[in-house]
Nanobody, 127 residues
Framework: QVQLVESGGGLVQAGGSLRLSCAAD????????MGWFRQPPGKEREFVAG????????SYADSVKGRFTIARGSATNTVYLQMNSLKPEDTAVYYC????????????????????WGQGTQVTVSS
């Protein structure tokens, strides 16, 4: 049984930064396509960022390009989402997702592409 655990969320002022982490318990991330999604209050879950199994390809939602960076930990079973220049509209529950299906990566990723999800971490950006 694979469990994904997000951490790093919190309350931050507009213009600030946060780094979200996603760790896997039960399986290595080394061959997994990974994604970050978010669900703003009263809205549907939306794609934020994706990264291929080897880190060679990344993609981002237009709303976060140039501000967010997805990366794989080089020596840890962890995937990160560095969020800079945060805006109030970035307020959402952020979810980590993983898939071990070969050749899955595409741009953009879709929620239905992923079979494993974390429980989510709240990010609140105050104006």
């Amino acid at each position: 049984q694979v469990q994904l655990v997000e951490s790093g969320g919190g309350l931050v002022q507009a213009g600030g930064s946060l780094r979200l982490s996603c760790a896997a318990d039960g399986r290595t991330f080394s061959s997994a396509t990974m994604g970050w999604f978010r669900q703003p209050p009263g809205k549907e879950r939306e794609f934020v960022a994706g990264i291929s199994w080897n880190g060679g390809s990344t993609s981002y939602a237009d709303s976060v390009k140039g501000r967010f960076t997805i990366a794989r930990g080089s020596a840890t079973n962890t995937v990160y989402l560095q969020m800079n220049s945060l805006k109030p509209e970035d307020t959402a529950v952020y979810y980590c997702a993983a898939s071990w299906v070969d050749g899955l990566y595409r741009e953009p990723m879709r929620a239905g592409d992923f079979g494993f999800w974390g429980q989510g971490t709240q990010v609140t950006v105050s104006s």
